[in-house]
């Protein structure tokens, strides 16, 4: 099967995929956000740099951290591994 040049998923489709750095730390992933202030100070109040992620990361027993969480860019994840993560509908 290939994927379509033209498909697209919803950013929330992705809350809840495990994230790999290139040191092979996992993350997962648990939300997105624009800051405001990057369209501050320009004509369109409408235009934002970037897309943050909020991930949580896991230690070596897969375990969430109940402490931390870390924001990065979503371009700064262009080496990481995203693992997408979907439950079945018992329906």
Do not use: H
Not at 10 to 19: I, M, P, R, Y
Not at 23 to 50: I, S
Not at 62 to 71: A, D, H, R, V, Y
């Amino acid at each position: 099967m290939k994927l379509n040049i033209e498909s697209s998923l919803a950013l929330d489709d992705l809350k809840g995929a495990e994230l790999t750095d290139e040191k092979e730390k996992r993350f997962k992933l648990c939300d997105f956000y624009v800051d405001l202030c990057d369209g501050l100070g320009t004509d369109d109040m409408l235009f934002f740099e970037d897309v943050w992620v909020t991930m949580i990361p896991q230690n070596e027993k897969g375990e969430l951290s109940k402490t931390e969480k870390i924001g990065r860019a979503w371009k700064d994840l262009k080496n990481w591994t995203i693992q997408i993560n979907r439950g079945y509908d018992n329906d």
